[in-house]
């Protein structure tokens, strides 16, 4: 039936096309004019010729009729109108805003934002109160607004981030009171720190990630993850790895090092992150040709290059290149050769991975420093930043010596940031350096406990402060208490005595001891001023004054007749004067893998009834890291001597070898004894020597642990004595020896080393101990 009425249409159309067409039209007509009736208007004008404000309370009417700007008199479109709008609104004083248009009227009604009457942080622990409210900038009896509120939060929860606490929430609330006003409440939801589940490494192939990772700031959560905070993950401590994995690298002739990428993944459970470096390595390099060569008439190339102190085959580092400059560039001002300038020039040699060094002496610009200007030190004086600039001004600029001034002034560990700069002067050819730097916390309290196996466990009270005054000076009194002994110490440390690079210190020392493995006590104590000044790079010689005084008691009837006659004599006064030099690669030597310590020191005194004395001692130690730095060695040589005229040493002035220069022996269990009395005492030596050898290496644990092993061997003796009760005391030279093997483990309450020792070769009468434990903490 549709396809019949269908055809009959079809039909009809064809017979009458005349009359459809007709209809078409007007139909068409028809949805026009339908259309445009039914589209609303997209714009409309409004005649303001009045505006009235209504709900303002304390926010005067002229006022928001300035932030609205609708001009009255004339017409304004919609948008005008609802830019006005949004004028209002956005200056962020109201909770409620409506333009409402009345003919020629326009009126414009609000509620304003309540004042906040007291503002509120709960729940929160890590940060205190204090320094919440620092960072929120609302503040009491200001006008309440919410966008503020909401930054507040935000940067609330910022900071916590900054602390490694990503899943820290922050929710602002409000408390309605009378007269519009609200208290304001942040509640926080701290939630856990986000650690560093994993720190891993990617294209390292001479260094494995267990020697990388103890490079790196940043720590891998271990054992004790709820103690240590360096596994923390923190974003700015990040872009610090990276610069102290590049150092690391570069110090050891790898020139081509590269970090690809660093990628933190942050785990599912958002309390994790996945930290992988993407380096590449690139060859090692050593140093193949040095020379230099002049540009300068008044510069003897040949004398400038015997200052240089790099050689063929050492690896090459920048460290290298800058202590050559830094030398040829002193030996230009010792000459008078202020504008000399040494420009490194390297070249590289691929084939045999090699880079040729050549030292340019060049005459460098004309440029003056006009003025040093230091900002940021509220408590340090200025002098104590501008004794650490070998330039004044007036003197010639040298851009390596303010470099290297910056590294004296971080090395002050004064201030927790430091920026050094130089910038344009008032003349083209003078410069300002500028020195800005942000003070941190110099002073300590601190209460500890220490605990040897000899010794036992002993309580610790420590004032420290490296600043005093501002001063850059250092005091330091340190408290003891133990079971066995107690003593106490005071050392004041000016490290620029007069200006100059001469360092005071005077120290103060009490100490009184009642030892289980002794039939004795002792009393001494001691005052010793003394200067202290550089002699070469790594070379300083020291000189002091010291006064002391000792005393034996509280002897044993028992004991040794040698010990009752010195304790018989009572308290000895005693005076000295003497020097020691040391010389100290291990930290500022250019070798960032070995190291070199020397020290030898005597004193000279006189003590009451006239006796007189001599005293040396002299040690010499060398640490060498091996096998891609992951086994350490180290040796250790030391020894001593006392000469005595006038009367015969006492006790407390021979030498005695402890427990940690001689593993394997108790303390003072080793050396002349007098097996003839009763308690068989130790009664020391004046002449001792030691040699320790020893190797720390990893043993496959994971590193975060912190946990590595060692083996050692002692060699050793105290010998010698002014008295032997007619040959009754053996003092002769009996070597003895020891080995052994060690666990250390870092832990945050202090490291502890455990020692397992077994002599090796010993006298029948000298005492062993065949396991010691060490461990100290601040807390």
């Known amino acids: 039936m549709h396809d019949h009425v269908a055809c009959v249409a079809k039909s009809n159309f064809v017979k009458s096309g005349f009359l459809h067409r007709l209809t078409l039209i007007f139909f068409l007509m028809f949805c026009a004019v339908s259309i445009i009736a039914t589209t609303p208007v997209s714009a409309q004008d409004y005649s303001i010729k009045s505006v009235a404000v209504t709900g303002n309370q304390r926010i005067e009417t002229q006022s928001i009729l300035r932030y609205a700007r609708i001009q009255t008199g004339r017409s304004i479109s919609a948008f005008e109108l609802n830019a006005a709008y949004q004028r209002v609104v956005d200056s962020g004083l109201f909770e409620n805003v409506e333009f409402v248009p009345q003919g020629g009227r326009l009126l414009i009604r609000v509620v304003e934002n309540p004042t906040i009457n007291v503002i509120s942080v709960e729940g929160n622990k890590r940060i205190d109160d204090e320094a919440a409210l620092e960072i929120i900038t609302s503040k009491p009896r200001r006008v309440y607004s919410t966008i503020q509120v909401e930054r507040d939060a935000s940067a609330l929860a910022q900071a916590y981030q900054a602390q490694g606490r990503f899943a820290a929430a922050v929710t602002p609330k409000i408390i309605r009171r009378s007269d519009n006003r609200v208290d304001l409440v942040f509640e926080v939801r701290e939630g856990r720190g986000s650690e560093i589940e994993r720190l891993s490494f990617v294209g390292n192939r001479i260094y494995s990630d267990r020697r990388l990772r103890r490079v790196m700031g940043s720590k891998q959560a271990g054992l004790l993850r709820q103690i240590i905070k360096q596994d923390t993950y923190v974003a700015d401590r990040i872009a610090f790895d990276k610069q102290l994995l590049s150092d690391f690298y570069q110090s050891r002739g790898y020139v081509d090092f590269q970090i690809l990428s660093v990628t933190s993944e942050f785990s599912r459970e958002r309390n994790a992150f996945f930290i992988t470096f993407n380096v590449r390595e690139g060859q090692k390099f050593t140093i193949g040709a040095v020379s230099t060569v002049s540009e300068i008439a008044e510069a003897d190339a040949d ?31 010792r000459k008078g050769l202020s504008l000399l300038r040494v420009e490194p020039r390297v070249s590289r040699n691929d084939r045999d991975l090699t880079l040729d060094v050549e030292f340019a002496l060049v005459k460098g610009a004309r440029v003056f420093v006009e003025r040093i200007d230091i900002e940021g030190n509220v408590t340090t004086l200025d002098k104590v930043i501008r004794r650490q600039f070998r330039t004044v001004e007036g003197d010639t600029f040298n851009p390596r010596e303010i470099r290297e001034a910056a590294e004296r002034i971080r090395a002050l560990g004064l201030f927790t940031a430091s920026d050094v700069r130089a910038r344009g002067g008032t003349d083209d050819d003078q410069v300002i350096v500028d020195v800005e730097v942000e003070e941190g916390l110099t002073g300590s309290l601190g209460f500890g406990a220490s605990y040897e196996t000899s010794g036992g466990l002993g309580l610790t009270a420590n004032f420290s402060e490296k600043n005093l ?98 304790a018989a004599t009572g308290d000895v006064l005693g005076t000295s004067i003497g020097y020691s030099y040391s010389y100290d690669t291990r930290r500022a030597g250019l070798s960032p893998t070995s190291g070199i310590l020397l020290r030898f020191s005597q004193d000279f005194g006189s003590q009451d009834g006239g006796g007189s004395f001599v005293k040396s001692t002299a040690i010499a130690s060398y640490q060498k890291q091996i096998m891609n730095e992951e086994v350490t060695l180290r040796a250790t040589i030391e020894g001593g001597a006392l000469f005595k005229s006038g009367g015969n040493s006492r006790l407390t002035e021979r030498f005695f070898l402890s427990s940690s220069q001689m593993r394997g022996f ?114």
């Open 303 to 333: 004398e400038f290059d015997r200052e240089v102190r790099m050689r063929s085959g050492q690896v090459y580092t920048p460290q290298l290149v800058d202590h050559s400059i830094a030398r040829l560039e002193r030996l230009a001002l």
């Open 469 to 566: 005054l501002g001063r850059g000076q250092t005091l330091n009194v340190d408290i003891t208490a133990g079971l066995d002994n107690t003593s106490g110490g005071i050392t004041f440390v000016e490290p620029y005595f007069l200006g100059r690079d001469l360092k005071f210190s005077f120290t103060g020392q009490y100490r009184e001891t009642e030892y289980d493995y002794t039939d004795y006590n002792t009393r001494s104590f001691l005052f010793r001023p003394g200067f202290e000044f550089p002699v070469s790079e790594n070379g300083r010689l020291g000189v002091n004054l010291a006064v002391s005084s000792d005393k034996i008691f509280n002897v044993d009837p028992g004991s040794s007749t040698i010990l009752l006659s010195e």
């Open 666 to 779: 108790a303390p003072s269990g080793l050396g002349p004894r007098d097996t003839g009395a009763l308690n068989e005492d130790a009664l020391g030596g004046n002449y001792f020597a030691a040699a320790r050898f020893e190797a720390d290496f990893p043993l496959g644990l994971p590193e975060e642990y912190g946990i590595k092993g060692g083996v050692f061997l002692d060699v050793g003796t105290v010998w010698g004595l002014d008295d032997t009760l007619g040959g009754a005391i053996d003092d002769s030279l009996h070597l003895r020896s020891s080995a052994g093997i060690s666990i250390f483990w870092e832990t945050p309450i202090g490291p502890l080393r455990f020692n397992f020792s077994r002599p090796i070769k010993k006298e029948p009468y000298d005492e062993t101990q065949n396991f010691n434990l060490t461990v100290s903490t601040q807390f």
